[in-house]
């Protein structure tokens, strides 16, 4: 019997090489400058799960596969019979045997391993309560794009030490840039993921200061203070209050530091509105370069 090649997931940072993410954001680069459309991914198709709402994931890996000549599926909330009790594992194996690909957005990170497990096509995470891989490598992109290699800068993070800081943590040992995080100690990020990076000798620094994380960075970064996966129940935003992105906070930064942001954003929660809205923001560009990230990823996954 010829044994089957494993799948190319791509389920964390940690989990590529770093020459692999590289790869990925030197090709996004080349989409970007290059031609739009190709069919490369012609005859293919990518089911997108979503258990979670979203508006930037959902629409530039649509796009990305039609621009690739693909075809694409998109399955919510309680469409599938996996709320019926169906087994992530069967969920898989019979996905599997109908598309080329497969993309979930789950609250359980333990959802996706097991999809993953069990698949034999390629499984993306398009987030989920622990980690956002996606979405930092289109923000790794959009520093680059603006002040070059990110390697050797010091990049902030101040507010929720959540899914998207996580996967920015694994982005700092695996790109090998200083990543300072300012959060409360209640929100601080999971200690695993910090471990993990290191013990990679990544240079990662925690602090409860915003005013210490932003001193002298290249990018200021930050998130909704509540996310998707959050118990609704507890009220995070009085703590994390004084961890708000504005123009006070950003004057400590270096004087051409830029200011990401996945979106969706609540402006005078986590960032005021002059800093959202000012020049220094790039949170479109991030937006955009989800696209051509996208396709890169979509390329390499089904190469
Ligand atoms: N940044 C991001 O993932 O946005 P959506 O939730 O709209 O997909
Ligand atoms: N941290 C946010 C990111 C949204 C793209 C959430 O999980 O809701």
């Known amino acids: 019997m010829i044994p089957r090649t494993p799948p190319r997931h791509f389920l964390d940072l940690s989990d590529q090489p770093a020459s692999v993410l590289r790869q990925l954001l030197d090709d996004a680069v080349i989409r970007k400058r290059g031609a739009r459309y190709s069919d490369r991914l012609r005859g293919r198709t990518l089911a997108l799960l979503f258990e979670k709402p979203s508006t930037r994931t959902r629409v530039s890996f649509e796009v990305a596969m039609r621009q690739l000549g693909g075809d694409v599926i998109v399955l919510s909330g309680l469409e599938l019979q996996r709320t019926r009790g169906e087994s992530i594992a069967d969920t898989a194996r019979v996905l599997s045997r109908y598309v080329d690909a497969i993309m ?112 002298g960075a290249r990018a200021v970064v930050t998130d909704t203070f509540v996310s998707m996966s959050d118990d609704p129940a507890t009220d995070k935003t009085h703590l994390l209050g004084p961890y708000q992105v504005n123009a006070a906070l950003m004057a400590h930064a270096a004087p051409d530091a830029i200011f990401l942001h996945c979106l969706p954003a609540h402006r005078g929660e986590e960032v005021s509105a002059d800093v959202i809205d000012g020049l220094q923001s790039l949170v479109f560009d991030e937006a955009e370069n989800r696209l051509h990230l996208q396709k890169s990823l979509l390329a390499w996954v089904l190469g």
């Open 104 to 215: 979930l957005r789950t609250a359980d990170p333990a959802e996706l391993f097991g999809l993953a497990a069990h698949a034999s096509v390629p499984v993306i995470n398009g987030l989920t309560a622990h980690s956002h891989p996606c979405q930092v490598l289109a923000d790794v992109m959009t520093f680059e794009e603006a002040r070059g290699p990110i390697a050797g800068q010091t990049i902030a993070w101040t507010g929720d030490g959540n899914n998207v800081a996580a996967s920015w943590i694994e982005a700092a040992a695996q790109f090998g840039f200083t990543l300072r995080l300012a959060t409360p100690p209640a929100y601080r990020p999971r200690s695993q993921v910090v471990d993990w990076a290191r013990k990679r000798g990544a240079m990662i620094h925690m602090t409860d200061d915003p005013i210490e994380a932003v001193q």
